[in-house]
C-alpha cells in the first residue's frame, strides 16, 4: 500500500489537484478536496470510499459533465482524432428503449457519422462479446436488466474511446449476474486493454478488477491510501479464492472501515 501516489509517465488520464465546491445555502459545501490522480494508459484504475465521499462527482467531472472548481483533468488524446475520448457506463441502463440492441450499441458510431453496415457489423460483434447477438434485433424492454447492462457496456466499447468511465455499471444487478459481468469484463478488458476508471462500492470487484484500487476519504473526498493489486493475470472468479486476494481485500476494508465510521460519527 502507499499512500501517496507516484506520478505515472505520460498518463492516459492525468487529474492535478482537483477539487469540487457545490454552493449550498449556508454557504459552500466542498465534496472534493485537492484530489490527484495518474492513471496510465491500459491501466485498470478502481475508486472506493464512503458514500457521498465524491467518487462520482470526480468520475463527472473526468468525462466532462461537470464542471471542476479548482485544478485540472486532462484525457490524453490518441493517435486518431475521430476517436471519442471517453465514453461512460452508468448504474441506470442509459439505452434508448425505442432502438434495438443492434441500434443501441452502434448509436455513437452512428454519431460520428460511420455508415450503416459498418455500424451494424460493429454492434454485432459487441453483443457476441457478451453474449447477446442473437438478441441483436430485440428492444430493451424485452430483455433482463443483466442483458440491458451488457448492452449499456458494449455500446460503450464500440465507440473505441481513449478511456472508459465506469460509475458502479454493476451496482443494480444481483450477485450471479453480477459475477458473470465481472468475468466478461475481464475477458474483455484482456482483449482490448483499454484505459478505465471504475468506482464501485465492492472491495471484491475493486480487488478482482483493478491493477490499482484508490481509497479516498470521507467528505471531503480526499487521496487516502493506494493499493497496487499484483494478482496475476488474466484473472477471473477463480482469483477470488487466492489467499492474496483476501488479504488486500482485508487491507482495504480495514482503512475503509474506520473511514466509514469516521463519516458516520461526523453526521448529526
Ligand atoms: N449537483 C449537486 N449539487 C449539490 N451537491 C451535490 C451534487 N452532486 C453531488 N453533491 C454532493 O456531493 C457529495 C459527493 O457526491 P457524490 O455523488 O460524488 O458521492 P459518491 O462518493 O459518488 O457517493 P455514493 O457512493 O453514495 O454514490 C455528496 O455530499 C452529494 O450530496
Given amino acids: 500500500m502507499t499512500s501517496a501516489m507516484p506520478p505515472v509517465a505520460a498518463p492516459k488520464i492525468g487529474a492535478r489537484n482537483v477539487s469540487k465546491h457545490y454552493p449550498r445555502a449556508d454557504g459552500v459545501m466542498i465534496a472534493l478536496e485537492d484530489f490527484s490522480l495518474d492513471v496510465a494508459d491500459g491501466e485498470f484504475v478502481c475508486i472506493v470510499g464512503p458514500s457521498g465521499c465524491g467518487k462520482s462527482t470526480f468520475l463527472r467531472m473526468v468525462a466532462g ?12 488524446p490518441g493517435a486518431d482524432a475521430n476517436k ?3 465514453s461512460v457506463v452508468f448504474q441506470e441502463y442509459a439505452i434508448f428503449p425505442w432502438k434495438t440492441l443492434a441500434d443501441n450499441v452502434a448509436f455513437g ?37 443483466g442483458m440491458k447492462q451488457r448492452v449499456s457496456i458494449v455500446r460503450a466499447l464500440a465507440n473505441d474511446p481513449e478511456v472508459l468511465l465506469m460509475d ?9 449476474t453480477r459475477v458473470v459481468i465481472q468475468e466478461e469484463l475481464l475477458r474483455i478488458w484482456e482483449e482490448t486493454r483499454k ?20 481509497l479516498m476519504s470521507a467528505q471531503p473526498g480526499r487521496h487516502l491510501a493506494t493499493f497496487r493489486i499484483d494478482l496475476p493475470r488474466p484473472r477471473s472468479i477463480a482469483t477470488t479464492n487466492l489467499p492474496a486476494f483476501a488479504e488486500y481485500r482485508a ?11 469516521r463519516a458516520m460519527e461526523a453526521r448529526p
Fill in 168 to 176: 458502479e455499471p454493476l451496482g443494480a444487478l444481483d450477485a450471479q
Fill in 195 to 214: 484505459t478505465v476508471l471504475y468506482i464501485t462500492h465492492s472491495l471484491d470487484e475493486a480487488v478482482l478488477l483493478g491493477d490499482r484500487v484508490i
Fill in 65 to 76: 459533465l461537470e464542471s471542476i472548481s479548482q485544478g485540472a483533468i486532462e484525457i490524453r
Fill in 251 to 261: 487491507a482495504i476494508w480495514e482503512k475503509l472501515s474506520a473511514e466509514v465510521i
Fill in 109 to 145: 458510431l452512428q454519431m460520428r457519422g460511420i455508415g450503416r453496415k459498418q455500424r451494424l457489423d460493429t454492434a454485432r460483434f459487441w453483443l457476441d462479446r457478451v453474449g447477446l447477438s442473437k438478441f441483436a434485433d430485440y428492444y430493451p424492454h424485452q430483455i433482463s436488466g
Fill in 84 to 86: 471519442p475520448l471517453n
